[in-house]
């Protein structure tokens, strides 16, 4: 557990970084450009880096979809690695939407937004959950390190707040 309570910490002072920088714009309206619908995207505007949501769970690991079959939901693009992953989207989006908008499952739990590796993922209880990795810190880690059910808890109840 002491474990977790340092790279929390650590985690934190990273996520402070990211969120000032994330949050601010220069029209003074207080709303990210980073994101759309507290949706995490890229600067390209395509959701999960371009990844196949569907491959997550089809696959268990992600898969770079392709423009060739992109769709488009609430406002937010996907690429697919084919028309049948495409067509499962387009049937249940929802089964297959990243939790948390796309932001780091762990950072929800700590009450705040972290960028994410696509390829850093779980599946836990159907859901697809994004963790942060970088030369410091990999929060899929600190999240197989803590109580899984306290984390989703939480994470659950800040996504409530922030999303709107």
Known sequence: MAKFSILAVVVLGVAALFSSAAESDDTGTGESRAYLHSYNLPSSGIALEGYCPVAYFAANKPVLGSPKYASTYNDVTYHFVNADAQSAFE???????????GWCAFGMAVSDKFPVDPTNFRIVDGR?????????????????????????????????????
């Not at 049937?91 to 939407?97: A, T, Y």
């Open 91 to 101: 049937e249940n989006p929802e089964k297959f939407l990243p939790a948390f908008g």
């Open 128 to 164: 697809l959950l994004l963790f942060l990795r970088n030369r410091g810190v990999d929060a899929a880690e600190l999240w197989d390190d803590g109580d899984e059910r306290e984390l989703m808890k939480k994470a659950d109840a800040h996504w409530a707040k922030v999303s709107g």
